[in-house]
Structure formats: structure tokens, C-alpha cells
């Protein structure tokens, strides 16, 4: 297996920190590793497979050498690193969401379409964490009989705002167990026993960017481009994993015994689905793993070809760590 010589663009946030453990959970082959960082963490180090590895300022010049970097940074910080990147003659695989939608980019989730992977121009990018969470979990009902729409509900934890959302949720209960007043900073209202109906800004009649994402991206991964979803995206007082409320609609009826079946074989999937003995997807039992638990598997009583699920998933790992490494060892 050819071994590669790997950056982490972005390597001391939550994703970066989490992109390097499952390096080495996979035991990808690193020849070496090169954790890039801002100006404020360079010559400090990061471990990695019992080693203290020097973090690299992330500077235009900073990637000669590499043949992957694993993209961990915000959008801005990908669009100008992206160029210096591929004229380095390296792979970028993206976890922003600056180049999703650009049709010469393929946008990857290895379960469904691997076979995108291998058109890249130098950039691959990796999807939305709750639209990887949600296909995932559909996918092979999608593949049983297209997917016409899709209304989702998602319940999305805090470690999707990174680590300063995790403090701020865990800071908060602290101070109000003390009695104490907290300013919200990482959110723009109290997170802890509260729900937030908003994430990302608004962008098209009233859904928000996060919204659309499940829509504009889905289409892509599925190669479903009349696909149509309504998504309200919610941030709820949770650590770690997102949770899905999906109810789609496909253009020939799948029973539930058949969509159960479906998705019990699906690659990534884990079916969890037992109301009678209170046995369904919650996001303690999905934090720090990579399937994808898909559970409450109903008929919808609106409609003669729609199906109800709950899915739930890590957000950190398979929504988008995990996925990012999974897509780098489809080029190895």
C-alpha cells in the first residue's frame, strides 16, 4: 500500500484533533505527517502514534511535499489554501463548505458514491454533517427507488459549532447549577435547556444555509437532481451526534419490512429499531463510532409511498472526520 505524506489544515480544532485519532483508528499509512495550524500554534506540537509532531504555520508555501491534505478549516481558509494546495501537487480533501457546489468538485460520502471520488480535479469535497448523517441512513432506499422528496427535522448537538460550543454547553449548566448568569458567546441565545430553531443564516425563503444544504448537496450525492427537501435544522443541548427526523417519499412504495431489510444490509448503517421494548437511535449510544443507528421505521400515514425513520449519528467522526479520511483512502 503506497504511503502517503499527510497535512491537516486546521489540525488544532475539533475536527483536525479528530481527523488525526482516526488516521491512526485506521492505521492509514502515513509517511508523515504535517499538522497545519494558525501563526498563534505554530512550534507547538500535537501527538500522533506516540510521537510529538511540530504544528506548521499554514502559509501559501507550507504544503510542498504533501500528497493529501485533510481540510479541517473554515471557508475562507480553504479558498485560499486551495490553489497552493493542488500546485503542490497534493489532494484536498475539504470538510468546508466552499467548494460542494462547484460541478468539477465531487462531493463524497464513500458508502453511496465512491465512484465520484475518482474524477477529482485535485479537490474532493466533503459533505454537510447532517446531510451525511441522513443519506446515509436513506441511501439504500434511494437505491431500492428514488427518493421524490424528503421532509427532515434535525436535532443537531453542540459540537457541531466545535469546541467552544461543547464549553458552552457544559459551562452554562455548570453556572446555572451555581445560580449564576452566562453570556452566551458560541450561540446566539442560551443553549442549555433550551432549543435554538436557527443554524447558519438565512439564504433562500426563509430556510437558513444549513437548511438547503440537505437539498442541494443530497441531490448531488444521490444523483437525484429533482430531489426536494424541506429541512428545519435545530441546535439542541447535546454533546456530541446529530439526530434526523426524515419522512420521505420515494416513486414506488417500499414496505417497512422491505425498507428495514434495506437498511440493515446498508454499508454504514445500523439497524436499531424496536418500539415495543423502547429500542431506537439516541445520540448516546451513537457519540464516538462511525455507523450511522436508524431506528422508528413507520409508514407515513400521509402518504401510500412514504416511509418515516429517526437516524443518528457522531457528528465529530462520520459526519465529517471519519467521512474525510474514508474518501482519502479511495485514492490510495
Not at 37 to 52: D, H, K, L, M, Y
Request: glycine share 6%; proline share 5%.
Amino acid at each position: 500500500m503506497k504511503e502517503m505524506n499527510v497535512g491537516v489544515l486546521g489540525a488544532t480544532g475539533a475536527v483536525g484533533q479528530e481527523m488525526l485519532k482516526i488516521l491512526a483508528e485506521r492505521d492509514f499509512p502515513v509517511k508523515s505527517l504535517r499538522p497545519l495550524a494558525s501563526a498563534r500554534s505554530a512550534g507547538s506540537t500535537i501527538r500522533f502514534q506516540g510521537e510529538e509532531v511540530p504544528i506548521v504555520e499554514a502559509r501559501e508555501d507550507a504544503f510542498s511535499g504533501l500528497d493529501l491534505v485533510l481540510g479541517a478549516a473554515e471557508n475562507d481558509i480553504a479558498l485560499r489554501f486551495a490553489p497552493h494546495i493542488r500546485e503542490a501537487g497534493a489532494v484536498f480533501v475539504d470538510n468546508s463548505s466552499a467548494f460542494r457546489l462547484q460541478e468539477d468538485v465531487p462531493l463524497v460520502i464513500p458508502e453511496i458514491n465512491p465512484q465520484d471520488a475518482r474524477q477529482h480535479k485535485g479537490i474532493i469535497a466533503n459533505p454537510n454533517c447532517t446531510t451525511i448523517v441522513t443519506l446515509v441512513a436513506v441511501a439504500a432506499l434511494a437505491k431500492e427507488s428514488p427518493i421524490e422528496t424528503m421532509v427532515a427535522s434535525s436535532y443537531q448537538a453542540v459540537s457541531g459549532a466545535g469546541v467552544a460550543g461543547m464549553r458552552e454547553l457544559t459551562e452554562e449548566i455548570e453556572a446555572g447549577l451555581r445560580g449564576q448568569a452566562y453570556a452566551p458567546k458560541a450561540f446566539a441565545y442560551p443553549i442549555a435547556y433550551n432549543v435554538i430553531p436557527q443554524i447558519g443564516p438565512a439564504q433562500f425563503m426563509g430556510y437558513t444555509s444549513e437548511e438547503m444544504k440537505m437539498q442541494n448537496e443530497g441531490r448531488k450525492i444521490l444523483h437525484l437532481p429533482e430531489m426536494k427537501v424541506s429541512c428545519t435544522c435545530v441546535r439542541v443541548p447535546v454533546l456530541r451526534s446529530h439526530s434526523v427526523s426524515v419522512v420521505l417519499r420515494t416513486r414506488e412504495r417500499i414496505s417497512v419490512e422491505r425498507a428495514r431489510a434495506l437498511i440493515a444490509a446498508a454499508p454504514g448503517c445500523k439497524l436499531v429499531d424496536d418500539i415495543q421494548n423502547r429500542i431506537y437511535p439516541m445520540p448516546l449510544d451513537t457519540s464516538d463510532q462511525d455507523l450511522i443507528f436508524v431506528g422508528r421505521i413507520r409508514e407515513d400515514l400521509t402518504s401510500d409511498r412514504g416511509l418515516n425513520l429517526w437516524c443518528c449519528g457522531d457528528q465529530i467522526r462520520k459526519g465529517a472526520a471519519t467521512n474525510a479520511v474514508q474518501i482519502a483512502e479511495l485514492l490510495l
